[in-house]
Nanobody, 116 residues
Framework: QVQLVESGGGLVQAGGSLRLSCAQS????????MGWYRQAPGKQRELVAQ???????NYADSVKGRFTISRDNAKNTVYLQMNSLKPEDTAVYYC??????????WGQGTQVTVSS
């Protein structure tokens, strides 16, 4: 059973930085695409960033140039470095492991709150 455990959320002032981590266990990590999503109150969950098994990245327009996704296959961990945070980045951030359309796993989420 695949498990994803996020950490690194918290409260930060606008303009500050946070780094989220997501540790994966229970399956092969190096061959899976990983992603970060977020869900703000009253809004749908949205993609923030993705990284393929080969390290190809994709970002939402709203975070391009501010956030960086990376992975350490030796540690089975994916990271999201968030810089120049804005109040509109406030949300619960979820880690995702996409093996296939029928094999798609989520972490429990970590709260990020950016104060103005």
């Amino acid at each position: 059973q695949v498990q994803l455990v996020e950490s690194g959320g918290g409260l930060v002032q606008a303009g500050g930085s946070l780094r989220l981590s997501c540790a994966q266990s229970g399956s092969i990590f190096s061959g899976v695409a990983m992603g970060w999503y977020r869900q703000a109150p009253g809004k749908q969950r949205e993609l923030v960033a993705q990284i393929t098994s080969r390290g190809i990245t994709n970002y939402a327009d709203s975070v391009k140039g501010r956030f960086t996704i990376s992975r350490d296959n030796a540690k089975n961990t994916v990271y999201l470095q968030m810089n120049s945070l804005k109040p509109e980045d406030t949300a619960v951030y979820y880690c995702n492991a996409f093996y296939s359309a029928l094999s798609n796993y989520w972490g429990q989420g970590t709260q990020v709150t950016v104060s103005s």
